[in-house]
Antibody, heavy 116, light 107 residues
């Protein structure tokens, strides 16, 4: 069965950095677009970034452009999100998601808290 | 950016009731509209793809309809386990945008 397991979340000070990872299993990882979607506490869903199956096409939300970098390693069935210059408003649960035109599988999420 | 507006924001309903949640797009998106259910402290789950196609394993009481700018998620004979927040999502223009969510409370 499809499994997406995020790791790397935690407490970080404003201006700091964090790297999220997502380990995928149960499907051919290299066939799928993958995404990071976040949810601030008590709020709705926001698409942060997506990456095509080969890594050649990448999207970033304006709110993270220039600060976050998405990448993938198809040999390791892994998705990553490097987050730099973190701000308080980046505090959220970050979900790894298998996404084509819709998200059919979501990870359990990893909480990122940006606070001094 | 395509904006999705859901209504209502909150609804308190009794078991066995029929529930309708609407999602309106700021411009035509064809059938590129999907519905998700998020229960408290869980990740979202796909219910309906492309406006009316049920995702695998989703109970038959969930159905979707609509095209263009107006869409509906219907839950027939509501069950207590359906207490959740429901989101619509459009993929007409990638990466897509989400509605603000509709929270269903079971009385």
């Amino acid at each position: 069965q499809v499994q997406l397991v995020e790791s790397g979340g935690g407490l970080v000070k404003p201006g700091g950095s964090l790297r999220l990872s997502c380990a995928a299993s149960g499907f051919t990882f290299s066939d799928y677009y993958m995404s990071w979607i976040r949810q601030a506490p008590g709020k709705g869903l926001e698409w942060v970034s997506y990456i095509s199956s080969s890594g050649s096409t990448i999207y970033y939300a304006d709110s993270v452009k220039g600060r976050f970098t998405i990448s993938r390693d198809n040999a390791k069935n892994s998705l990553y999100l490097q987050m730099n210059s973190l701000r308080a408003e980046d505090t959220a649960v970050y979900y790894c998601a298998r996404s084509s035109w819709y998200v059919d599988y979501w990870g359990q999420g990893t909480l990122v808290t940006v606070s001094s | 950016e395509i904006v999705l507006t859901q209504s209502p924001d909150f609804q308190s309903v009794t078991p066995k009731e029929k529930v309708t949640i609407t999602c309106r797009a700021s411009q035509s998106i064809g059938s590129s509209l999907h519905w998700y259910q998020q229960k408290p402290d869980q990740s979202p789950k796909l219910l309906i793809k492309y406006a009316s196609q049920s995702f695998s394993g989703v109970p038959s009481r969930f159905s979707g309809s609509g095209s263009g700018t107006d869409f509906t998620l219907t839950i027939n004979s509501l069950e207590a386990e359906d207490a959740a927040t429901y989101y619509c999502h459009q993929s007409s223009s990638l990466p897509g945008t989400f509605g603000q969510g509709t929270k269903l409370e079971i009385k």
